[in-house]
């Protein structure tokens, strides 16, 4: 652990098997950081780790260490507002209707103020709780990845998609 990354990987490169299907070595690509970026954004990948060839390893976030994230960013309608931890709840249209896919919490104040501007147009119901909106209203927003059931992972949202 105490010596720099390059070193460790050539330790590992003598003592691994080469062949191995049970043993993957991680490769890398010195000075390629955003071919290789870009070429993970073509094929839906979560991102990449740039590592310094002369880092140590240590059991914590480390400057020597960054990672670039891929999000993903598509529209979705804005469904819901939660009142009092304020929250969108976003939806997209499937086969069988609209689908709740998670809710975001985080919206810029001059998004927040652009939404109450719409609410008395758009709004269908309305609890002490809740607005519930037509699906008429689209925002774009950038999510870490999709969960098993399919919701957004960390929704962010980026603007209105008009």
């Known amino acids: 652990m105490?010596?720099?990354?390059?070193?460790?990987?050539?330790?590992?490169d003598?003592?691994?098997?080469?062949d191995s299907p049970r043993i993957v070595k991680v490769r890398h690509h010195a000075g390629k950081t955003l071919e290789l970026f870009n070429l993970c954004k073509e094929l839906g990948l979560e991102g990449?780790?740039?590592k310094r060839g002369n880092s140590k390893y240590v059991n914590k976030r480390s400057y020597d260490w960054k990672k670039a994230v891929n999000y993903p960013?598509?529209?979705?309608?804005i469904l819901e507002q939660r009142?009092?931890?304020?929250?969108?709840?976003?939806?997209e249209k499937t086969d069988k209707g609209m689908k709740s896919?998670?809710?975001?919490?985080?919206?810029?104040?001059?998004?927040?103020?652009?939404?109450y501007s719409m609410t008395a147009e758009l709004k269908q119901e309305e609890?002490?709780?809740?607005?519930?909106?037509?699906?008429?209203?689209?925002?774009?927003?950038?999510?870490r990845n999709r969960t098993r059931?399919?919701?957004?992972?960390?929704?962010?949202?980026?603007?209105?998609?008009?």
Do not use: W
């Not at 105490?2 to 590992?12: G, N, V």
């Not at 960013?73 to 309608?77: G, L, V």
């Not at 919701?151 to 980026?158: G, H, Q, V």
């Open 83 to 91: 009142k009092k931890e304020y929250g969108l709840l976003l939806g």
């Open 48 to 50: 990449v780790v740039m």
């Open 127 to 143: 609890t002490k709780d809740m607005i519930y909106f037509r699906p008429e209203i689209k925002c774009i927003v950038k999510y």
């Open 101 to 115: 896919v998670g809710v975001i919490e985080f919206v810029l104040p001059a998004a927040r103020k652009a939404i």
């Open 14 to 18: 003598e003592v691994l098997p080469q």
């Open 149 to 162: 059931a399919n919701n957004l992972r960390l929704p962010s949202f980026i603007n209105f998609d008009i």
């Open 73 to 77: 960013k598509e529209s979705f309608y």
């Open 2 to 12: 105490h010596l720099p990354l390059s070193e460790r990987k050539r330790l590992l």
